[in-house]
C-alpha cells in the first residue's frame, strides 16, 4: 500500500518535509500546502520556496493548488510542468470558509458545471493529475455530481476525506458514504481522514481489504512512526528514536535559520512545530509550555536542550 502525507498548512512546509524524509522516512508521497494565485498573477515567494527549485523539492513530491477558474487551472499546470513535476493535485477540498467563499477548495463542490468546465477548457494533460475533495460543502451528496466528471476527464487519483465543508475537522468522518462510493469507484479512490492509530488502520483494512493508496495526515505530526508501524517496518529501539527527534530539531532549526530573517521570524516557526512535536515527549505538555514560553533564540535553545536530555536520560534509563 501507498502511503502519503497530507499538506498541513503552517506544519509540512518544505523544510519540514526534507528534514522528516531525512531522519525518519516512511513516506511514499508528499503534497505540498496548496500554492494559489494572488490578484497580480503571480505566486508568494514563500509558496514558490515549496516547488523551487526542483531538484531540492521533487522527491516524491507532489505540488498542490487551488483554482476556481480555466486560467488558473492552466497556469499551474503550465508552471508546474516546466518546473519537471510529473504529477500535481487540485485542492478541492479545503474546508475554510476564507477560501470557500472564494469558490474554492470545498466551495467549488456545489458547482459540477464549472468543475467540468474548468477541466474541459484548460486541463491539457501535461502532466498527471490527482484530486483531493470532500464530500460536499453543505451536503454530502455532492461528490455523488463531481466524481463522474473527475473520471471522463481522466483524473488519475481522486483522494476523499469524507466530511463536508462545513464540519472543518469537527465530528466523525462518514465512513458509510465512502463505503458507497468505494462500491461505486474502488480502484480510482484513495482514504484520507482520521488515520490516528494502527488501529485505526487496520480497521480500515477490514472494511476496504483492497485500498491501495491512503494519505495520512495528523497522525504522523503526533506520531512520526506511524507510517513505519502501518507498513511494518522495523523501529529504532526508544534510545535511537529520541536521537532521530534531536537530528530532525536541529536540521529544521538550521534550515529555518538559513533563510529567515531574524529572531521574531524564527521563533513564529519553531514555537508551531513543537505543538506536535512535543507529543514525542513523556511530559509533552510541560515542554510545550516551556517552548511557548520561551523569548529569544537563547532562551528557546535552553528550553529545548533541557527537553532532550531528559528524554534521552530517561530513554536511556529505561532500557
Known sequence: MKISLAPLQGYTDWVFRQAYQKHIGGIDEFYTPFLVLQNDVSIKTSHKREVEPFKNRCNNLIPQFLCSSSNEFTFFEDYFSELGYSKMNWNMGCPYPMVSKKGKGSGLLPYPNKVEEILKKAFQNKINLSVKLRLGLDDDTDIDSILPILIDNKVAEIIVHPRIGKQLYKGKVNLDRFKELYRKYENQLVYNGD??????????INTFPDLQHVMLGRGVLNDYWLPHKIKKLELPDIVERKRKLVSMHDEIFQLYGSYLQGEAQIMQKMKPFWEYFSS??????????????????????QAVDFAFAQELKEAVNGI
Open 195 to 204: 488515520i490516528w492509530h494502527c488501529t485505526d488502520m487496520k480497521n480500515l
Open 280 to 301: 514525542h515527549f513523556e511530559n509533552d505538555k510541560k515542554i510545550y509550555k516551556a517552548i511557548k514560553k520561551s523569548t529569544g533564540i537563547y532562551k528557546y535553545e
